[in-house]
């Protein structure tokens, strides 16, 4: 399907994880969040909120990254169980599905979104939800080409003050 090997994340992988995750961030919500809010994000401490959740988290989020030849970072998807009104669910969530922006259009995303699903119905989950921008067309048209849709429920999310809309998607994982 791919030319990536999708390895749990390491504690040695956050420095990577939170580049790509900044820069995804950066690319993909440029126009959908307040810019000043996008240039402040700060790759060394995001990395280590990554290194601080997987070394002192109780294992229940899956951190996957993509590699691509020679091991550099080509991509980055945590999920885990879906948590609804902060309470965990029988269900999973993908909490994130982040590239660097060169990386769009390559199969990466595909192949991550592909493993998390996989292993989100290996583990006896029956759906899958994520939550995306609500004006995030592409992210959108992604997840959709993957079989998740838009099942009614939209929330907003507050960035510096703002309120950014996200609609949530679902999937089915079993039946």
């Given at each position: 399907?791919?030319g990536?090997?999708?390895p ?16 995804g ?7 959908l ?5 996008l240039?402040?994000?700060d ?6 909120r990554?290194?601080?959740?997987l070394?002192h988290g109780?294992g229940s989020?899956?951190n996957?990254?993509?590699e691509a030849?020679?091991?550099a970072l080509?991509?980055?998807a945590?999920f ?12 999973a969530?993908l ?7 060169e990386?769009i259009?390559q199969g990466?995303g ?5 493993e998390?699903v996989?292993r989100g119905?290996a583990?006896g989950?029956d759906?899958?939800y994520?939550?995306?921008l609500?004006?995030?067309?592409r992210a ?5 080409r ?7 429920a939209?929330e907003p999310f507050?960035v510096?003050g703002?309120?950014?809309?996200e609609?949530?998607?679902?999937r089915?994982?079993?039946?």
């Amino acid at each position: 399907m791919s030319g990536y090997v999708l390895p749990p994340m390491t504690p040695a992988d956050c420095d990577g994880v939170a580049g790509i995750r900044i820069r995804g961030w950066r690319h993909a919500y440029r126009g959908l969040m307040p810019q000043p809010y996008l240039d402040g994000l700060d790759i060394g401490a995001d990395a280590e909120r990554h290194r601080t959740r997987l070394l002192h988290g109780d294992g229940s989020v899956v951190n996957l990254v993509a590699e691509a030849d020679g091991g550099a970072l080509a991509g980055w998807a945590a999920f885990g169980p879906y948590r609804d009104g902060g309470t965990r669910t029988a269900d999973a969530e993908l909490y994130a599905l982040y590239l660097p922006p060169e990386r769009i259009g390559q199969g990466v995303g595909r192949a991550l979104l592909t493993e998390a699903v996989r292993r989100g119905a290996a583990a006896g989950h029956d759906r899958m939800y994520l939550w995306v921008l609500k004006h995030n067309t592409r992210a959108r048209r992604f997840y959709e080409r993957a079989g998740f849709g838009a099942d009614g429920a939209e929330e907003p999310f507050e960035v510096d003050g703002v309120e950014v809309p996200e609609v949530r998607y679902a999937r089915r994982l079993t039946g």
